[in-house]
């Protein structure tokens, strides 16, 4: 379980920075 946590974090905030970079660059665009 321990591990699971260990990987799944990292892996979380890598996908929230990437989903927040994109809403921002789509964001830019549109405007």
């Known amino acids: 379980m ?3 946590i260990w990987w799944s974090l990292p ?7 990437a989903a927040r970079r994109l ?4 964001k830019k665009c549109r405007c």
Not at 11 to 17: G, H, K, R
Not at 23 to 26: R, V
């Open 2 to 4: 321990m591990t699971y």
């Open 11 to 17: 892996l979380t905030l890598a996908v929230f920075f």
């Open 23 to 26: 809403a921002a660059h789509f």
